[in-house]
Each structure stands twice: as C-alpha cells, then as structure tokens.
C-alpha cells in the first residue's frame, strides 16, 4: 500500500463511515430535550412563546426522521452532501427555534455549537467551513433580529446589552476553536488508524515472503507422489514398447521430463525448509541486506563499524527478523532520498548496546519538524526546491513512521537530529539528517556458541 493509496482511502471512504441511524438517534434526543424546554418554560416558568411555530419547527424535525427511519435501511452510510445537508438542516431549525425564543438573550443558544462539532469531525474542510460561515451568520442575525421573550404577565426576559455581545462572542470564538479541535483530533485518530493499517500489511508482506520457503517446500512434499506414479508408468511402457522405437521414444521423454521435476522440486525443498542459518547473520551483513535496493541510485553508502566498550572482538550476528530490515530500508531511503552525495550508516556494538546511526550529507530534518518526526501524515505542502531535488518523491512522513513502529517493535530506541561529526570522512563532511537506532544486546543478539553448535546429520545428496 503506497501513501497514495493511503491517502485515496482516507479521503473517499471517510466521509461515508457515519450512519444514518446515528444521525437519527441524535436529532431524537435534540427534539425531546426542544419538547422538554418548551414544556417545563410554558407550565412551570409561565413563558408567553410562539408554541404553535415552535411545535411546527420540532413537528418537521420529527417528520424527517420518520420519513428516514422508514424509507432507508438502518445500515445506510450518509455521503458528504447528506451529511452536509442534514447537519445544515439541524443549524437552521435550531437558529429558527432560538429567533422564537429571545435569540441570544435565551441561555440555549449555546447549543447551536453541537451541529458544527459535528460536521468538523466527519465533513472535508470547505464544507465545514460552509457550515461555520452560516452558523456565525446565524448567530450575527440573532443578535438584532429575535423575537423577545416575555411572561404571561407581560414581563420582558432580557439581558444586558454587553453580556449580549458577550454570548455572541463566545458562540464565534467556540465555533472557531472547536471546529479546528474535534477536526485536528479527527484527523490525527485517521491518520494514526490508516498508518498502523499499512505498518501492519508491510510487516504481513515481509512475513509471507518468509513464509513462502514453507509453501514450496509443502509443494515439493505433495507433488512427489504424483511424479513418482508417472516415473513408474512410463518404465512399464518402455518395457512394453520395446516393438515399437517411436513410441518408446516418447516414453522415453516422460521418464526424463519427470525426474527433472523430481530433481527441481527436491532442490526447491531444499530452500524452503527452515533453515536456522537463515534466522541470522552478522550485524554488518544485515545492513547490507537492507540497503542493497538503493545501491544504484547515485548516492555512495558507506557502512562503517566501531566495537564499543566491553564489546565483542567479532561483529555480533543478529536476527534477520523483516521488521528489522524493512525499517532500516526505509530509514535508509529516507536519507538516500535527501543526501547530496553519500549516506553514511555508522555501527558500534558494546557489551550490552548494538548502535545504528544513519547520516547523510543533505539539508537534515526541518527544525521545526523535528518533535514531530515519526508521525503519520506530517508533511507539508512541497516547496519548488524539494520537488527539484526529489522529483519523484509523493510520501506523506508514512514510511519514517512504519520505520519507527517496526522497529520499536523489536525493542529498538529511534531518535532524530540534525548536525554533523567532528570528523569529516573522506566523501565529506557528515552534516545533514542523523538517525539513531539502539537496541539492547540481548533483544537482537544471537548466543554465537549456539548459532554455530551442530544442527543435526548431514543428510546425503541423492542424484
């Protein structure tokens, strides 16, 4: 899954994740709490309101819902326009109730921010800022234009004309903030789901391609005896054709053609088994084997190693577990994608500590990024000068954070930084991007003495 992927999934699919249903049950619990103000201002407060326009407004509220509950399944996704539509619908009825009821002078007024909580969550950006543009009109227009509200005894309810402004301010102010909150929480919750989403189907692709020596191994078992039954069915022809040349030639060309098959399964077999050699290898050459695809891309890496205090005098083998290669592939193309001219991938191991550090001579990490790196979906729009350095380049922070999650999950520490060595190598001096992975010795370390004891028999070859 590309970040391109990721992000037509995240766009096309998320604006239909709510139901219909939900929507319904909401407006249920707004229209019985409208009929419960209405009710408990009338008998108990002895309020002079416009009932009939009120119950009118309620009225058609429950006249949708019905019609809803009843012509559409309970299962139904609303798209971006229903759901724009239906939270439009909510603010207009809610503004409608409240020009009835004293405008901003009635203390409900505040409520006018739950339709817009919501669309900020579920809608794209133009449509909720559609939305918050006629909600504040809304609110603007209640200030002067409102019917008041007033007792059976011909009392006026109202409040001070400053704490009016005050409530129009704060509805603006609310109606602002909470919108880029519940949308930046959203978002942040979408990203976060869609990236664990494709961390988890790069760890399944890499754990397929481990399991596919098994498959062809099990391949191997199954179709030996319908070889075998071949082999043994074209001998008895060739017996039996011994009058006749051309034929026996034919049966001839079975015979060899399945011992071929025999003799290319046995080998594939052989590959597929697992082997416990290839559960390890030496540090160096399992940082080899995750930068060999970006070898050709006109960047020298360099792989440097240093033993640490306490450490070993011979590199330690390591696991060749995927998610360690798959992450430290992406880190290294990350900084393949950035560098000048060279990437440097430094390695020191100690008696308790194995150390990657990945250096390039490029630009480094944005300052201002650098508390964010590892977060899904952190870039920002391309500037000209990054589109010519890195034409090709459409990732979306997706691949850092893959990175950071695989390897954490094998008991890695990553850290990031920008800078440079006090010592310059000979390709330059290292100043740009620096990232560090650290693990603890014994998370990624192989006992060497039981990584070389003896496996079992060796087995004869069989020609």
Not at 332 to 337: E, H, K, R, T, Y
Not at 343 to 367: A, H
């Amino acid at each position: 899954m590309t970040d391109a992927d990721i992000g037509i999934y995240g766009e096309g699919r998320r604006a239909n994740w709510i139901r219909l249903r939900t929507m319904i049950l909401l407006r249920w619990f707004a229209i019985a709490g409208q009929l419960a103000a209405i009710v408990v201002a009338e008998q108990v407060y002895r309020m002079d309101l416009e009932t009939g326009l009120c119950i009118l407004a309620i009225g058609i509220s429950i006249i949708g819902n019905l019609v809803a509950m009843f012509i559409f399944p309970e299962n139904k996704r609303l798209s971006e326009t229903e759901n724009l539509l239906m939270v439009l619908f909510d603010v207009l009825q809610l503004a409608f109730l409240l020009f009835l009821t004293g405008g901003l002078h009635n203390p409900f007024s505040l409520l006018i921010l739950a339709p817009v909580t919501v669309s900020a969550a579920v809608l794209p950006l133009a449509r909720t800022v559609f939305l918050n543009i006629t909600a504040f009109a809304l609110v603007t227009g209640l200030v002067f234009y409102h019917l008041p509200l007033t007792t059976e005894a011909g009392e006026l309810l109202r409040i001070p004309d400053l704490f009016v402004f005050g409530q129009w301010a704060a509805i603006t102010i609310a109606l602002i903030f909470i919108s880029i909150y519940a949308r930046r929480i959203t978002q942040e919750m979408h990203s976060m789901g869609d990236a664990l989403a494709a961390t988890q189907m790069a760890l399944g692709r890499a754990q397929k391609l481990n399991d596919l020596g098994g498959v062809v191994a099990a391949a191997a078992h199954e179709l030996g005896t319908p070889l075998a039954t071949i082999k043994l069915t074209s001998s008895e022809l060739i017996e039996e054709l011994d009058d006749r040349p051309e034929l026996q030639s034919d049966a001839l060309l079975i015979r060899e053609q399945a011992d071929r098959c025999r003799d290319i399964l046995r080998s594939m077999g052989r590959v597929g088994k697992d082997d416990l050699q290839l559960r390890q290898a030496p540090l160096l050459e399992v940082i080899r084997e995750a930068a060999e695809p970006h070898e050709d891309r006109g960047k020298v890496i360099r792989v440097e190693a240093q033993r640490g205090p306490g450490g070993s005098e011979e590199e330690p083998l390591v696991l060749r577990r995927p998610e360690i290669i798959h992450g430290l592939r992406n880190l290294i193309q990350n900084a393949v994608d950035f560098a000048r001219s060279t990437v440097w991938i430094e390695t020191l191991w100690s008696d308790d500590l194995v150390s990657i550090r990945i250096v390039d001579d490029g630009s480094g990490f944005p300052p201002h990024l650098l508390g964010r790196i590892g977060d899904p979906f952190m870039r920002s729009r391309r500037t000209e000068t990054d589109r010519g350095q890195r034409p090709a380049y459409e990732g979306m922070g997706l691949g850092l954070f893959i990175a950071k999650t695989l390897l954490e999950r094998t008991g890695a520490e990553l850290s990031f930084a920008n800078g440079s060595d006090p010592f310059a190598g000979s390709g330059g001096p290292r100043r740009g991007a620096i990232v560090e992975v650290v693990w603890p010795l014994s998370a990624v370390a192989v006992d060497t003495r039981a990584a070389r004891a003896p496996m079992g028999q060796n087995r004869p070859f069989e020609g």
